[in-house]
């Protein structure tokens, strides 16, 4: 598959609220994922996809989602750009926000193996 028909798949399937389904089909066993800045408990950069996995476990239980939107693919070459656009109310705060976000993901022999996020860290 090219990066561009992995892209499309990953963004139907975060559409559907099926982030976990999307890492179990397309992401390599040693994807890297780089934040914009660590998460409380966890270092910047994540490696393998049990530390992805829970990275994403972790977001989900800390976090009300009332709202959401994904955008893209946006391809070139062996890599994508997804735009994430979330309201979200984090448990910790209690404080409604609204998230956006930018994934670029790279592709090598049909997996994602490396993610990379971009937002403004508040």
Not at 9 to 27: P, R, S, T
Not at 102 to 112: A, F, P, R, W
């Amino acid at each position: 598959m090219s990066a561009s028909q992995i892209g499309e798949e990953l963004v139907a399937l975060c559409k559907q609220g099926k982030n976990m389904d999307a890492i179990e089909k397309f992401y390599s066993p040693n994807i890297v994922s780089i934040e914009a800045c660590a998460m409380p408990g966890m270092e910047q950069t994540q490696t393998g996809i049990d530390a992805i996995k829970g990275k994403n476990t972790w977001w989900v239980e800390n976090h009300e989602v009332h709202d959401g939107e994904v955008s893209g693919p946006f391809p070139h070459g062996n890599r994508f750009a997804v735009l994430f656009k979330f309201e979200v109310t984090p448990k910790h705060t209690g404080k409604r926000m609204t998230i956006e976000e930018i994934g670029l993901y790279t592709v090598e022999e049909d997996k994602i193996v490396k993610e990379e996020f971009f937002y403004a860290a508040q």
